[in-house]
T-cell receptor, first 113, second 113 residues
Framework: DGGITQSPKYLFRKEGQNVTLSCEQN?????MYWYRQDPGQGLRLIYY???????QKGDIAEGYSVSREKKESFPLTVTSAQKNPTAFYLC????????????FGDGTRLSIL | AQSVTQPDIHITVSEGASLELRCNYS??????LFWYVQSPGQGLQLLLK??????LVQGIKGFEAEFKRSQSSFNLRKPSVHWSDAAEYFC???????????FGKGTHLIIQP
């Protein structure tokens, strides 16, 4: 079955380190998204990509970076510039040709040691 | 810019009782509306969506929602809840500048035995 795979499920980072969260999809979707979820805050958009080799900042992009070298993959790097990185991170994808719902991965929980 | 308001942060319902979760949106054009459910530590699962046509839409797990343009609402309902319905519920609207979804902050549903 097609879907979105996020890895790892849990990730720990020391202060000052960069970490990369993986997101892979086999749905053949053009558009991919990264959201951050904090308790009581809902989902906030970090970055999105509508096509390979192109991406745009969302509402809270500071301290994060992304790449989109392949259609299937949209990794997110949490840099040391992100002052409060502890959160639940969700990756999503959508068939850009349609107005439709996004499909979500199961998330990665990032914690600071 | 569009927005979504879920007025209830927490709702407690007895098992077997009916449920209504409120969602109000702000959007200039015809909205595309969604309800998602999230179990703890998991991604989001689509319950139902409204694009056009019949304003009462049926979804999975026995849920339905009614679109009321005059009230800018898209409330989620279920006639009889089960303990397995305990989760976080998110309302979302599509069509924003990020070509993605704008989410409400969620409603946490607690089921009493």
């Amino acid at each position: 079955d097609g879907g979105i795979t996020q890895s790892p499920k849990y990730l720990f980072r020391k202060e000052g380190q960069n970490v990369t969260l993986s997101c892979e999809q086999n749905l053949n979707h053009d558009a991919m998204y990264w959201y951050r979820q904090d308790p009581g805050q809902g989902l906030r958009l970090i970055y999105y990509s509508q096509i390979v080799n192109d991406f745009q900042k969302g509402d809270i992009a500071e301290g994060y970076s992304v790449s989109r070298e392949k259609k299937e993959s949209f990794p997110l790097t949490v840099t040391s510039a992100q002052k409060n990185p502890t959160a639940f991170y969700l990756c999503a994808s959508r068939d850009r040709a349609l107005v439709g719902p996004q499909h979500f991965g199961d998330g990665t929980r990032l914690s600071i040691l | 810019a569009q927005s979504v308001t879920q007025p209830d942060i927490h709702i407690t319902v007895s098992e077997g009782a009916s449920l209504e979760l409120r969602c109000n949106y702000s959007y200039g054009a015809t909205p595309y509306l969604f309800w998602y459910v999230q179990s703890p530590g998991q991604g989001l699962q689509l319950l139902l969506k409204y694009f056009s046509g019949d304003t009462l839409v049926q979804g999975i797990k026995g849920f339905e929602a009614e679109f009321k343009r005059s009230q800018s609402s898209f409330n989620l309902r279920k006639p009889s809840v089960h303990w397995s319905d305990a989760a976080e519920y998110f309302c979302a609207v599509a069509g924003g500048g990020a070509d993605g979804l704008t989410f409400g902050k969620g409603t946490h549903l607690i089921i009493q035995p």
